[in-house]
C-alpha cells in the first residue's frame, strides 16, 4: 500500500493538504508520484494568486504525463516551493517533505472539511484511486 500519513488530509487528484496554523501546505501524495514516474517540470502559482479548491492551480510533468495540480482548499498562496523548479525529482524523493508545492492561506475553513482523512483516502486508492 502506498505511503498515506495519518496527520494529513487528502484530494481525490491525489493532493494532499498539512494543517500548518492558519495555513495549508500541499503537494502529490506518494501513489501520485509512482503513478507520474520520474518528475521533470513542475509549474506552480506565483506568491499571491488566489487558488479555488478542486480548481487546477499548477502543473506537474514527468516522463510519462502532464498533470494539473488541484487546489485542495480556496485562498490565496503564501509561500511556493523555489526548489521545484531546479530539482523537480525532489517531489518522487520525498513528496510529503521538501517536494511540497505550494502553502495556501485559506479563506474559510470548510473546504478543509471536504478533505479526506487517510483512512478514506486508503479506501479510495484501494477500491482504485479514480
Known amino acids: 500500500m502506498a505511503n498515506v500519513p495519518k496527520d494529513l488530509r487528502y484530494t481525490r487528484e491525489h493532493e494532499w493538504a498539512k494543517l500548518e496554523g492558519a495555513s495549508v501546505r500541499v503537494g502529490i501524495t506518494a501513489y501520485a508520484q509512482e503513478q507520474l514516474g520520474d518528475v521533470v517540470f513542475v509549474e506552480l502559482p506565483k506568491v499571491g494568486v488566489k487558488v479555488t479548491a478542486r480548481q487546477p492551480f499548477g502543473v506537474v510533468e514527468s516522463v510519462k504525463a502532464v498533470s494539473d495540480l ?61
Do not use: C, K
Open 70 to 130: 488541484f487546489a485542495p482548499v480556496t485562498g490565496q498562496v503564501a509561500e511556493v516551493n523555489g526548489d521545484l523548479p531546479n530539482a523537480p525529482e525532489v517531489v518522487n524523493q520525498d513528496p510529503y517533505g521538501r517536494g511540497w508545492m505550494i502553502v495556501v492561506t485559506p479563506s474559510g475553513a470548510g473546504d478543509w472539511d471536504q478533505l479526506l482523512t487517510a483512512e478514506q483516502y486508503e479506501q479510495f486508492l484501494a477500491a482504485g484511486g479514480h
